[in-house]
């Protein structure tokens, strides 16, 4: 049974770098494509961006000059990179595989904040 | 980006009755090629990642409900549930993954009246 599970930093301070990466378990990180969403609190689902195994990504261009995905294969994870967060940034973090995703993980929770 | 607007944006329903909802989307997300229309519907529940439940616009996915369909093609769709349970109770997103940058209806709070 392949599960997804997102790893990271629940604190990230303004102006600086979020990192998050999504360990795949159970499963290869090489047969499906991997996204990334987020949802701020009490608000709806924004599409961040995917990435495949082969380092091909597509991001939502709303952040596409501050985010950058990656993939590890020998770790079978794959990474989210936001630079230069705000308040605005602060949001539940979730990773899923495929589209439309029909497995993701349960989310992680980041927070913006001095 | 193709803007998916939900109708309502909250709905109530009596148990075993029946709950619809609406999703338009501001283009097509039918595909000529292959005839699919490229929208899902997700349901969430506090706490919860997103569950998908259809696909394709009315593929229900495997272990879902038969009481939950999908309708609709083009730019106009709709999510049914036929006789609403309490578990049902949960917000409800369309999805399109028609082109990126992929994006959802503002979504439905779904409650028992």
């Known amino acids: 049974q392949v599960q997804v599970q997102e790893s990271g930093p629940g604190l990230v301070k303004p102006s600086e770098t979020l990192s998050l990466t999504c360990t795949v378990s159970?499963?290869?990180?090489?047969?499906?494509?991997w996204n990334w969403f987020r949802q701020p609190p009490g608000k709806g689902l924004e599409w961040i961006g995917y990435v495949y195994y082969t380092g091909r990504t597509d991001y939502n261009p709303s952040l596409k000059s501050r985010v950058t995905l990656s993939a590890d294969m020998s770790k079978n994870q794959f990474s989210l990179k936001l630079t230069s967060v705000t308040d605005a940034d602060t949001a539940v973090y979730y990773c899923?595989?495929?589209?439309?995703?029909?497995?993701w993980g349960q989310g992680t929770m980041v927070t913006v904040s001095s | 980006d193709i803007v998916m607007t939900q109708s309502p944006d909250s709905l109530a329903v009596s148990l075993g009755e029946r709950a619809t909802i609406n999703c338009k989307s501001s283009q097509s997300v039918l595909y000529s090629s292959d005839n699919k229309n490229y929208v899902a519907w997700y349901q969430q529940k506090p706490g919860q990642p997103p569950k998908l439940l259809i696909y394709?616009?009315?593929t229900r996915k495997s272990g879902v409900p038969d009481r939950f369909s999908g309708s609709g093609s083009g730019t106009d769709f709709t999510l049914t549930i036929s006789s609403l349970q309490a578990e049902d109770v949960a917000v409800y997103y369309c999805?399109?993954?028609?082109?990126?940058?992929?994006?959802f209806g503002q979504g439905t709070w779904l409650e028992i009246k």
């Open positions: 159970g499963g290869s990180i090489t047969t499906s494509y």
């Open positions: 999805h399109q993954y028609y082109s990126t940058p992929y994006t």
């Open positions: 394709w616009a009315s």
């Open positions: 899923a595989r495929d589209t439309p995703g029909e497995l």
